[in-house]
């Protein structure tokens, strides 16, 4: 396990069956003893010597009556605990009891769900009278008409964002309808429904913004069908041709026009790449060597390849973000979408399926067709060149900077049980990104 001399407490924070009981205690669930309330550990986000965050996930026994509770744990030096404490209390001096509680063994602040320290109108937005007024108070297509609406959180990133579905049925409709809405840490939601309102008419296969709230930070969309793509659907027997499908939706992506000053550029590679080793020492020592000198030798190849085009990039394509339904196939989660180089974008997805292919216990070797069948794809739609070097470099370094570097700030062990071959491959991808090619050859 990684080790923090910062955070001493770490193993025990990490540990479902000390923090079970603890969090239970502390938020007052019944069926506190031993086996009655299960603990799961879900997104950790590590920042070796600066902070650790643990989102918790406490599920009472069958027929205690008590529903799923999320907990953000912060975890504290030591001997600072008490004085965080008071200082986040005075930030939110209207927070409801047990909102915010401090303990002191394993030294950390725990945040009640729907409580957060950044998300500070996620209460508001989960409460049913206040967004009954509010969507009847908005001009989101008849929604003076609400009688009743129902919400569920489908994805809570602590500090960061949280989605929910809602259901809302409205007077003279049979049907309910539904919406979704983000909320943010912050006012980036702006910018994103920016970006979508200019995507709306160019990109098909995407979800719809509807207006975004700027009191509550909250970013309104229309629903989009499908479900979501899973390595298991590219196992499947049509799993070639899905890949060929995925290649046409990026290819179509990149060839949207975008109005924005966000950029994602060569120098944000060479940082990401550098922080990898700076963590990798931190966290994984055993590792770091290899690391360093893959990244030596990818910042020495970074000079001989040709000048990137400049396109609109989603900067964040990954299995999760695509939606399938029958025939069609959709993409979503524009948070990040910005301008850039494509072949980082398309890349960077690539990356993706070693990751995925490799956790699911599939071969190296198998996985190798379905990306030549989504670059093959991409090439016949898109409407930029592809340089061969240029991608089998981007692959190398995305599987250091976004694979790797991810599998170690997120603490996430079946990641980095694969770390070896993560480097493996994308020591292949370097070397072939040095050898003279012709304009028909594959990938990989």
């Known amino acids: 396990m990684t080790q923090d001399p910062h955070f001493p407490q770490m193993a025990d924070a990490l540990n479902p069956a000390v923090m079970g009981p603890l969090l239970a205690w502390l938020l007052d669930m019944p069926g506190i003893k031993t086996g009655h309330v299960e603990c799961g550990i879900g997104e950790k986000r590590h920042k070796p010597g600066k902070s650790l965050v643990i989102g918790y996930r406490l599920d009472s026994r069958p027929g205690l009556g008590t529903q799923a509770r999320y907990v953000t744990g912060c975890l504290c030096s030591p001997d600072s605990a008490s004085r965080e404490f008071e200082l986040e209390l005075s930030k939110r001096p209207d927070l409801a009891t047990r909102a915010l509680t401090v303990l002191h063994e394993p030294a950390m602040l725990v945040w009640a769900f729907p409580y957060d320290r950044k998300l500070i109108h996620l209460p508001a937005l989960l409460d049913e009278a206040f967004i009954q007024t509010w969507l009847g108070a908005h001009d989101l297509a008849g929604y003076e008409r609400v009688q009743a609406v129902e919400s569920e959180v489908l994805h809570y990133l602590a500090e960061r964002s949280c989605m ?25 939601g702006r910018d994103v429904f920016a970006v979508m309102r200019q995507l709306s008419s160019q990109f098909a296969w995407g979800a719809k913004a509807l207006a975004y709230d700027a009191e509550t930070r909250t970013l309104w969309q229309s629903p989009v069908p499908g479900t979501t793509l899973c390595w298991a659907d590219l196992q499947a027997a049509e799993g070639l041709a899905l890949a060929g499908h995925i290649g046409q939706c990026v290819a179509a992506f990149h060839a949207c026009k975008l109005d924005t000053v966000k950029r994602f550029n060569q120098d944000d590679v060479t940082e990401g790449l550098l922080a990898t080793v700076r963590i990798s020492k931190q966290s994984r020592p055993e ?120 599998s170690l700030r997120q603490m996430d062990e079946l990641r980095i049980a694969h770390i070896s071959s993560y480097l493996a491959i994308s020591e292949s991808y370097l070397a072939l ?3 003279p090619i012709g304009a028909g050859d594959a990938l990989i």
Not at 170 to 183: I, Q, T
Not at 371 to 379: E, F
């Open 287 to 406: 590792s770091a060597t290899r690391i360093e000198g893959l990244v030596t030798g990818l910042l020495a190849q970074a000079t001989n390849l040709p000048k990137p085009s400049l396109a609109t990039i989603h900067h964040d394509l990954k299995l999760n973000n695509f939606l399938i339904d029958g025939e069609d196939l959709g993409l979503i989660d524009m948070d990040c979408v910005c301008l850039g180089d494509p072949m980082a974008d398309l890349a960077s997805l690539i990356a993706n399926f070693y990751l995925h292919g490799l956790r699911e216990g599939d071969a190296i070797e198998e996985i190798h067709p379905l990306v030549k069948q989504l670059v093959s794809a991409y090439r016949i739609n898109s409407v930029h060149a592809i340089s061969l070097p240029a991608l089998r470099w981007q692959v190398a370094a995305a599987l250091i900077h976004e694979v790797t570097r991810r």
């Open 164 to 188: 929910i579905r809602f259901r809302v049925t409205l007077a003279g409709s049979d049907e309910p309808r539904l919406l979704y809405a983000k909320n943010y840490a912050d006012d980036s």
């Open 433 to 435: 990104s040095k050898q």
